[in-house]
């Protein structure tokens, strides 16, 4: 941090280093930070490595990862910005040595930081990485690895809470000073009749003059050494520790304006630097209603958190503002949840990390019963498996939860077994264990559980942020399921019109694929069709516009024409024309590409007509491949006079015909000339059976990626 002037950063170690293999399940998690408290980052103290978060993405990547400002960290992560909306500047880099990695580091300036970082700063972050990771492999060798700590040392309170006041001999009041200088200049602050205090980078007073103990109402020496939003309650909200927290980000002046009660309003500048705030405090005038209440200044809020007064929150515990920011950031994680498996590895790769749970079940109601969605951490799945179809009515707490809509928290397994003497006959290996009901528009949903490997003491602020956590799971597992059952419906329609299997034909290898897009309903119009006609056979592929249930159900309809006018003897042209004009007739507002031809086998000869749809690609026996460049007509559905001329060409044994549907090449930047180069190439290198052929083609089922297109595919071979 010195040596690139940041301001802030922490350090995270990789849990679980392995001397080599796959990333799945593996946790960053923080074992150091400075500049800033531990609270500002309270949501990324452990992460999961596939977060989508600056030092998670810099492990995954092997690279500096550079956030140059708000705009910039809103569009590429947005759950960090939602919780630190303020102008700073942030780089991520991975810590490797001998080709592993073993953690990641981040280091913030201020805004006024240029937009890019220099060759020096990369330079310096990369050597810091270099010896940090290289420590860290040496401790791995000898056998004593680092590995991150439940709770790494922050700042000693007694150094927050020397007093920095003038000893008694000088007659100040401001603690002891190092120096004559230092003795005159808190004597001269002492003087001021506004109040001045030093924050330290916890915000915590390290300094006090006595104009502020009066206009605080409250004795220095209670002040030094505490937060001032836990030191006095109605400073405990939490816009006032966000402009605290805006100061120390940004490194910029900031304020707020508080109401004392019963109605004295203070202002409040906060002055920042690396090693803390300092901070201004004035009288503020207010217009005083009636009943008392003030009306705020500038930045005014509201009178407190409903505190009691005197009352304090455990120095133990985050403030209230962390518990915000926790909810803010898994709030918006869960806005990205599509099906249920999303709701269920969103919550235990970014909820349970920062919770410090080990172990999830989510059980959803049907039908009077509990059912198994999904399940995180458990060896056994038989441990969850019993929950499966049990009644709502059984006395088990994940059923007892969702009935009372009444969260239930157990810090032990006496404190569990106290309650339901019978639920763990088979024990499951928990400590800790929180079952919260997810109710959402007053109906009960289902049940969260969430399992702790040790005892585990759920603080107050703790309990209220899984009570709220519950509702925000609550409503995206019900957006989750309903989505998934859309989807199955979808899916169903397109699996039915579909054709199950292409018929065998004899001198004719044929293979297909179909690959939904991965974005919207994942269904869409694409199809193809291979119909026997006696000595010869009809091939057909096309894209219905859309990507819905009508997009589906009209593909349908337009592969069912297809096969009736193949049926009554018509040409290849005849056919496009013939359902060009159903198309239109149909009065669906949708267009689509079609691709049909008439395969000759014993001639070796292919009839093509094409109707808006991509040139077709040849890979002839010697292994060239080229693009058909046929003739053809507009898109079918709009011109009812539209000609689609036919195309004549040899098709030998052994060439193989590609047809394909734009979702194939087009994407997002892509030029559709390279995309259909690069398509040419990989159908040149790709041998062995035609199956093979289409998989290197349309990559696995499972590819990895987005697909904004469905992808279908028909390949065709002679064999004699």
Not at 140 to 155: I, Q, S
Not at 288 to 299: A, K, L, S, Y
Not at 329 to 342: C, P, Y
Not at 470 to 476: D, F, S, V
Request: some cysteine; hydrophobic content about 40%.
């Amino acid at each position: 941090m010195e040596e690139v002037h940041a301001h802030s950063g922490a350090l995270y170690l990789l849990s679980g280093v392995p001397a080599g293999g796959g990333e799945s399940g593996r946790m960053l998690e923080m074992a150091a930070k400075a500049g800033l408290p531990r609270s500002f980052s309270a949501p990324w103290e452990r992460v999961a490595l596939t977060a989508p978060i600056p030092v998670a993405e810099a492990v995954r990547e092997r690279r500096v990862v550079w956030v140059a400002g708000e705009e910039d960290m809103a569009h590429r992560y947005p759950r960090i910005a939602v919780v630190l909306p303020y102008p700073y500047r942030l780089a991520a880099a991975p810590l490797v040595s001998g080709g592993i990695v073993y953690g990641a580091l981040y280091v913030t300036w201020p805004a006024s930081h240029p937009s890019e970082l220099s060759a020096v700063e990369l330079t310096l972050i990369d050597a810091a990485c270099r010896r940090v990771a290289l420590g860290l492999r040496r401790a791995a060798e000898r056998g004593r690895p680092v590995v991150p700590e439940d709770h790494f040392p922050g700042p000693e309170p007694a150094a927050a809470s020397r007093a920095a006041r003038p000893d008694a001999e000088a007659g100040g009041t401001a603690g002891t000073a190092g120096t004559a200088g230092a003795v005159e200049a808190a004597r001269t602050v002492d003087r001021l009749p506004e109040g001045v205090c030093g924050l330290d980078v916890n915000g915590r007073v390290t300094y006090a003059n006595p104009a502020t103990g009066e206009l605080l109402g409250i004795e220095v020496s209670r002040l030094t050494g505490q937060q001032l939003w836990t030191a006095l309650p109605w400073l405990n909200d939490p816009v006032h520790e966000d402009r605290y927290r805006a100061a120390m980000l940004s490194q910029h002046t900031t304020s707020f304006s508080a109401l004392r009660p019963p109605r004295d309003w203070l202002s409040f500048r906060l002055h920042p630097g690396r090693d803390g705030v300092t901070v201004h405090i004035t009288a503020a005038r207010a217009r005083v209603t009636e009943n008392g209440t003030g009306t705020g200044i500038r930045n005014g809020t509201g009178t407190g958190n409903g505190n009691e007064p005197g009352t304090r929150p455990s120095a133990e515990h985050p403030p209230r503002l962390v518990t915000i920011s926790h909810i803010a950031n898994l709030a918006i994680a869960l806005t990205e949840a599509v099906g249920v498996s999303d709701v269920i590895g969103l919550v235990a790769d970014e909820i349970m990390p920062s919770l410090g749970g080990s172990a999830l079940v989510m059980l959803a109601a049907e039908n009077g019963r509990l059912r198994v969605l999904g399940h995180r951490g458990y060896r056994d799945p038989r441990i969850v498996e019993r929950f499966d179809g049990v009644p709502l009515t059984a006395q088990i707490p994940g059923a007892q939860s969702l009935m009372t809509g009444v969260p239930s928290f157990f810090e032990s397994r006496e404190q569990l077994e106290r309650v339901y003497p019978e639920r763990y006959a088979t024990p499951d290996g928990l400590a800790a264990w929180a079952f919260l009901p997810l109710i959402a528009s007053g109906r009960p949903v289902g049940t969260c559980v969430l399992g702790f490997a040790e005892e585990h003491r759920f603080s107050t602020d703790e309990r209220a942020v899984l009570t709220g956590l519950g509702g925000l799971i609550a409503q995206a597992l019900e957006r989750a399921r309903l989505y998934d059952t859309k989807h199955r419906l979808a899916h169903g329609l397109q699996s039915a019109l579909l054709p199950r299997t292409l018929p065998a034909l004899d001198g004719l290898e044929v293979a297909a694929r179909y690959r939904p897009a991965t974005q919207g309903m994942d269904i869409g119009g694409d199809f193809y069709d291979l119909i026997p006609t006696g000595r010869t056979a009809a091939a057909v592929i096309g894209d219905v516009q859309g990507h819905n249930v009508t997009a589906a159900a009209l593909m349908g309809q337009v592969r069912t024409a297809v096969r009736a006018y193949t049926a009554v003897g018509q040409s290849p042209g005849q056919v496009m024309e013939s359902t060009n004009r159903l198309l239109i007739e149909l009065d669906q507002d949708l267009l689509a590409s079609c691709a049909y031809l008439h395969l000759d086998l014993r001639a070796r000869r292919a009839h093509l007509a094409r109707a808006g749809h991509p040139q077709p690609l040849l890979r002839d026996p010697d292994g060239t491949v080229r693009v058909l460049d046929l003739a053809g007509g507009p898109l079918l559905g709009v011109d009812p006079t539209a000609d689609y001329p036919t195309t004549t060409m040899p098709l030998h044994p052994g060439s193989v015909l590609a047809l394909y549907t734009d979702g194939l090449i087009e994407a997002p930047g892509t030029d559709m000339d390279e995309a259909l180069a690069a398509l040419a190439r990989r159908l040149a290198a790709a041998t062995g059976p035609l199956e093979a052929v289409a998989d290197a083609l349309a990559g696995p089922d499972a590819a990895l990626g987005q697909r904004g297109d469905d992808i279908a595919l028909l390949l065709l071979r002679p064999t004699r």
